[in-house]
Nanobody
Framework: VQLVESGGGLVQAGGSLRLSCTVS????????????VGWFRQAPGKEREGVSF????????WYADAVKARFTITRESAKSTVYLQMNSLEPEDTAVYYC????????????????????WGQGTQVTVSS
């Protein structure tokens, strides 16, 4: 299974970026819609933290308090891709952003801890200048 992120970069405070995470290599018995997919981020010297996740059940979503009302997560099943639209970016959003996924059926809620996810992308750098 491969998760490939794209869309990171350098942006000024107040600007926007859209991250993409495309999933490939799933077995023939499992499909993109069997998974909860989302984003973590890790800033230098800090622990990896959950940012936003989208479940395959009714597209239920979870957002960290720090990004609510600024970030929007969506999924496009036909492209096996999850997007994170990031608006009103702040210098505090600077981090490496990682895409991750886990089978939706493993939890009765949307997990938001790194140890709860078993497939990861390589990460994409987001830098917000002040």
């Amino acid at each position: 299974v491969q998760l490939v992120e794209s869309g990171g970069g350098l942006v000024q405070a107040g600007g926007s970026l859209r991250l993409s995470c495309t999933v490939s290599g799933l077995s023939s018995k499992l499909h993109f819609d069997d998974y909860t997919v989302g984003w973590f981020r890790q800033a230098p010297g800090k622990e990896r933290e959950g940012v936003s996740f989208i479940s395959s059940i009714d597209d239920e979503k979870w957002y960290a308090d720090a990004v609510k009302a600024r970030f929007t997560i969506t999924r496009e099943s036909a492209k096996s891709t999850v997007y994170l639209q990031m608006n009103s970016l702040e210098p505090e959003d600077t981090a490496v952003y990682y895409c991750a996924q886990v089978l939706t059926s493993w939890y009765s809620f949307i997990p938001n801890q790194p140890r709860q996810y078993d497939y990861w992308g390589q990460g994409t750098q987001v830098t917000v200048s002040s």
